[in-house]
Nanobody, 121 residues
Framework: QVQLVESGGGLVQAGGSLRLSCAASGSIFRINTMGWYRQAPGKQREVVAIISNSGTINYADSVKGRFTISRDNAKNAVYLQMNNLNPEDTAVYYC???????????????WGQGTQVTVSS
């Protein structure tokens, strides 16, 4: 199985910054895309940023210019640098990894347990 462990969430004032980290562990044949989603209270889960194993990146419009996603393929890790945070960024942030356990198993999307980010005004 694949386990994703997130860290770096917390409470920050508007205009501040946080850096989220996520590392995948377990017996993994290959990881394709990694990314971050978030879910605010009473809202649907939404994608924040996705990065492929070749470095192609996509951001949600609401975070472009403020958030930066990066990854370390050697460590099976993905990071999210969040700058100029505002209260609308308050949510539980989830790390994802799309990958295969072996050459012959199907590709699956794995989720972390989530980390809370709270931005005060």
């Amino acid at each position: 199985q694949v386990q994703l462990v997130e860290s770096g969430g917390g409470l920050v004032q508007a205009g501040g910054s946080l850096r989220l980290s996520c590392a995948a562990s377990g017996s993994i044949f290959r990881i394709n895309t990694m990314g971050w989603y978030r879910q605010a209270p009473g809202k649907q889960r939404e994608v924040v940023a996705i990065i492929s194993n070749s470095g192609t990146i996509n951001y949600a419009d609401s975070v472009k210019g403020r958030f930066t996603i990066s990854r370390d393929n050697a460590k099976n890790a993905v990071y999210l640098q969040m700058n100029n945070l505002n209260p609308e960024d308050t949510a539980v942030y989830y790390c994802t990894a799309e990958g295969k356990l072996t050459m012959f198993t199907p590709t699956k999307l794995y989720w972390g347990q989530g980390t809370q980010v709270t931005v005060s005004s």
